[in-house]
C-alpha cells in the first residue's frame, strides 16, 4: 500500500493487519498541516477506503511533538475569502471521511497537539494520550484572530459538550494529558515509559472507541441551556476582549448559540466565518504578533548556555518576583537582600504564585524547596546567573558589582535589572566592564512576556547571546537593546505617560476618562492605571531619569503621593484606590468626553518615541520596536505593532467603538 512518493507520511503494516500511519513533514523540526500534507493525506484515505486494514494508528515521527496545528505560514498566502472557504471545506471533506472509516481507528498523543492536529485527532475513534510533561493539548486559535476551522469547533462540542468545549476555544488554554482525559478529549493515558504503540494496537484490535459525552454535556448542547450559557460566555469574553478589536470568540459563541445541537451546520459556520476572519484586519495584526514572538525567540538560539541557580540581589517587588518566577521554570534560586525581614514577604508572594500555578501539593513543595533565602549571599559564588535587583542608585548599585565580580564564577551571567540607568555607568567600576548585561524585566514579571537584553559598545557580543539564552530557558521573550537612558519600553513609555499626567493636571480631565481612551484604542489598561501598576516610585524614578524640564511639575505630583506612601497598587493606593488587585472607578467620569479624539492626543508621544528609538538605533529594526512594545507595554495586538499600524492603519477599515 506505501506510495513511494509520499514525502510527508510513512505506511507501515504490522501481522496483524493494523495500519500505522506516520506524519513526519520533511524538511521541518515539528508537524503542522500545510495544504502539501493535507493533499497527500487525501490521497491516503482513498486507499484506506480501497484497502480497508484491520485498524488504523495515527501517530507522529517527530520526537515529542504530535502536531502543532495548521501551517500559519500559509495563512498570507490567502488571497480571498473564497479561497479560504474552499480550503476549509477540503479540509472538512478530509477529516469526514476520516470519521467514517469502516475499521477502528485510534491516535497516538505525544507532545504539542494543537489546533488543527487535535482537530485531525477528534476524527479518530480512540485518542491515547503520553502522560509527560511535553504533552499538551488545545485550541491556540483565538490568539490568531480565528477560531476552530477544521471540525473542531462542531466535533469538541459534541464530544465533551458546549461548556467544556466552549471555554477551551474561548480561552486557548492548553491541556495537560490528565486534565485532557478528565475532560474527555483524550480516553486513554499511558505513563512516560508505557507503551504507546502496544496500547494503541490493542484499542483497534479491540475497536475501542471514545465514550461520548454525559448527560450534563449532552444537555449544554440543547437549546435553553445553550442559549443562556452563549449569554454568559458573551459576557464573560467581553470582559476580556473587546468585540470591535476582537471579533473571533463572539463569532464562536454567535456559532454555536445558533447552531451548537446540529455538527454539520457548526462546519458550515466554520467554513463562512473563519474565511471572513482570516482575511481581516484583527487576524492579519494577530498573525503579525506571532512572528514577532518567532523572532524575538530566535535572540540566543547560537548559545550553548544553560543555567541550574539563579542568585538574585534585592528581594523587593521586583527582585522576589524575578527569583520566583526563575524558581516556577525549574531553576534553584538563591535570594539575598540586607535581613531576613525583607525576604519574607516575597516568599509569601512566591508562595501564592507556586500554589495557583502548580496546584499539586507535591510541586509546590518543590518549588518552595528551590527557593532558598540568603541574606549572607552565599549563593553567588555558585550561581550561572546573577541578577541585581536593588533600588535605583547608581552608587550603590557600581558597589554591588565591585564587591561580587571577585566572588562569582567566570563563567558566570553578571546582570542588572535597571530600569533606567545606562549600562556603562554602572560597569565603570568593573575589571571587566564587557562582561555585564542588563537583564530588565516588566512588572508583573510572572504575566509580562518581555525582557530587554542590554548591552552597549564594549559589551562582547558572547553575553547577549547568553543573555538571550537564559530568558528564552525561562519562557520569556529576549529583546536585544543598546543601553540608552530608559532603553526601549521605558522610554516610550515615559512619554506616553508624561502626557496622560499634563492632561489629567494641567486640563482636569479625569483619570477614568484618559484611560478608557487608550482602553478604547486597544492598550490593555490606561496609562494611569500603568503608573499605578508599575509603581508610582518607579515611575518618579524614570521621569527623573527620562522627563527633563519638561517633566519636572509632573515629577512633583509623583513625588508627593510617594512621600505619602501612596506607591500605586502595591500599597493600595496611587492615583486610584486599590481592592482585591482592582482600580476602583468612577464609571461616569468619561461621559461627555470624546474619547477617540483623546486617545489619538495620548498614543501621538508614544508613536513620535518610537519612531525616534528606531531612528536612534536602540533596536535593530521596525519589527523589534513592534515587539518591544507589544510584549513589552501591550500594545494593542490586533493592530500588528506601533510602527505597522501607522504603515498600514490608514489602508485598513478603521475599528469603530461606540462604548
Known sequence: MSKPDYINW???????????????????????????????LREIVTELETKKPKGLVLQSGKRNSFIVGADVREFDQVSSVAE??????????????????????????????????LELSLCFDYRIAANTEQTRLGFPEVKLGIYPGFGGSARTTRLIGGFQAMQIMLTARMLRAPQAKGLGLVDQLVGPHGGLRWAARRAVLAGKKSRGPGLFAKLSNAGP????????????????????????????????????????KMLDEEAVRI???????????????????ESLKA??????????????????????????????????????????????????????????????ADRIAGARSRLIADVEGTGAARADVIIEAIFENLEAKQELFKS??????????????????????????????????????????????????????????????RGSAFCNQINRFPLPVVSSPGF???????????????????RGIAKEAIDRAAEQFGMPMGPVELADTVGLDVGLGVMSTLGGEEAADDAEVLKSYVDQGKLGKKSGEGFYKWKKGRAEKDSSAAEGINLESLSEELMQPYFDECRACLSDGIVENLDAVDAGMIFGTGFAPFRGGPLYYLEHGSQAQEVQDNE
Open 225 to 264: 441551556a445553550r442559549k443562556f450559557l452563549a449569554g454568559q460566555m458573551r459576557k464573560k469574553t467581553a470582559a476580556r476582549a473587546n468585540p470591535a478589536h476582537y471579533p473571533a470568540p463572539f463569532e464562536l459563541i454567535d456559532a454555536w448559540e445558533s447552531n451548537g445541537n446540529d455538527p454539520r
Open 84 to 117: 479560504a472557504e474552499g480550503f476549509i471545506r477540503e479540509v472538512h471533506e478530509v477529516f469526514d471521511r476520516i470519521e467514517a472509516l469502516p475499521f477502528p481507528t485510534a491516535v497516538i498523543i505525544e507532545g504539542y497537539c494543537l489546533g488543527g492536529g
Open 404 to 465: 561580587l565580580e571577585a566572588r562569582v564564577k567566570p563563567g558566570s551571567i553578571l546582570a542588572t535589572n535597571t530600569s533606567a540607568i545606562p549600562l556603562k555607568d554602572i560597569a565603570a567600576v568593573l575589571e571587566n566592564p564587557e562582561r555585564l548585561i542588563g537583564l530588565h524585566f516588566f512588572n508583573p514579571v510572572a504575566k509580562m512576556p518581555l525582557v530587554e537584553v542590554v548591552y552597549d559598545e564594549i559589551t562582547q557580543a558572547e553575553e547577549i547571546q
Open 488 to 506: 526601549l519600553v521605558n522610554r516610550v513609555l515615559a512619554k506616553y505617560m508624561l502626557k496622560a499626567f499634563q492632561i489629567h493636571r494641567e
Open 10 to 40: 510513512q505506511i507501515d503494516f504490522d501481522l496483524d493487519g493494523v495500519c500505522w500511519l506516520t506524519i513526519d513533514r520533511a524538511g521541518e523540526t515539528s508537524n503542522s498541516l500545510s495544504r502539501a500534507v493535507m493533499l497527500e
Open 299 to 360: 535572540h540566543g538560539k547560537s548559545s550553548g548556555f544553560r543555567a541550574r541557580r539563579v542568585h538574585v540581589i534585592g528581594a523587593g517587588v521586583m527582585g522576589g518576583d524575578i527569583a520566583a518566577w526563575c524558581v516556577l521554570q525549574g531553576l534553584e534560586v538563591t535570594l539575598q537582600d540586607r535581613e531576613m525581614k525583607y525576604i519574607e514577604p516575597a516568599l509569601k508572594r512566591a508562595g501564592k504564585l507556586f500554589t495557583r500555578r502548580l496546584k499539586t
Open 275 to 293: 474565511a471572513r476572519l482570516i482575511n481581516g484586519d484583527t487576524s492579519t495584526g494577530l498573525r503579525r504578533v506571532f512572528w514577532l514572538m
